[in-house]
């Protein structure tokens, strides 16, 4: 026969206690969206919106001496004590907004990103004892963000914009509304509804229209 030891132990278990309710949701998410033009093949940053469920800001590269002081002033501008540890959502920063801004958040402060199959999911950015973690919305909502808008019924739905019309030399464009062939996935029927909104057109003013309505939506 084998001899055999039992050990017994006594453990004080603590029952599941309930969790508190909260009165209040606290969402410390901002939502950004970059538009931009083609210049020799390259996606040049030229309007820049973020929210953050209260204020929004824009900046236009007019106002600017170049794109990446755009970009860095957008960013310096967020990473203050109010939006420490905060969550900033780009819809399809994977595959769009990141590579740019990858390239500006490394040279301006601490950064870690985290790419998979050569797509940048998330960049964690450190700036003046702050941190802040840039994420693809995409990853989480899958589709675009026209047609998540009508999924979810959100009260600012992202709007049309001639894309094709925007280049180097027309930023502060002021006249007739652009034509019909400079808008994507259009329908003429969509495009005769909103010129009828217009006497002029401002590309300035309607781009940062365009991307603000974006940055609201997406939130």
Not at 69 to 77: G, H, N, S, Y
Not at 85 to 103: R, S, T
Request: glycine residues 4%.
């Amino acid at each position: 026969m084998y001899n055999s030891l039992i050990t017994k132990i006594l453990l004080i278990l603590k029952f599941i206690q309930p969790l508190v309710r909260s009165d209040t949701l606290k969402i410390n998410i901002i939502t950004l969206d970059i538009e931009t033009f083609i210049k020799d093949g390259v996606h040049i940053p030229y309007v820049i919106s973020w929210y953050d469920g209260i204020i929004f800001k824009s900046y236009y590269l007019s106002d600017f001496k170049d794109s990446n002081i755009l970009l860095i002033t957008a960013i310096k501008d967020i990473m203050i004590k109010k939006y420490d540890n905060y969550k900033v959502y780009i819809h399809n920063l994977a595959g769009f907004d990141g590579i740019f801004l990858l390239k500006i958040l490394a040279n301006l402060g601490e950064c870690q990103p985290i790419i998979h199959n050569d797509k940048i999911i998330s960049i964690i950015f450190g700036l003046n004892d702050y941190i802040v973690t840039f994420k693809d919305s995409q990853q989480l909502l899958l589709g675009s963000l026209r047609n998540l808008g009508k999924s979810f019924s959100v009260e600012t739905q992202k709007s049309i914009f001639p894309y094709k019309f925007v280049n180097e030399n027309n930023l502060d464009f002021i006249g007739t509304i652009p034509d019909f062939k400079y808008f994507d996935g259009l329908s003429s029927l969509d495009y005769n509804c909103y010129i009828e909104n217009y006497n002029i057109w401002d590309m300035k003013v309607e781009t940062m229209k365009y991307c603000e309505m974006d940055v609201i939506s997406l939130y």
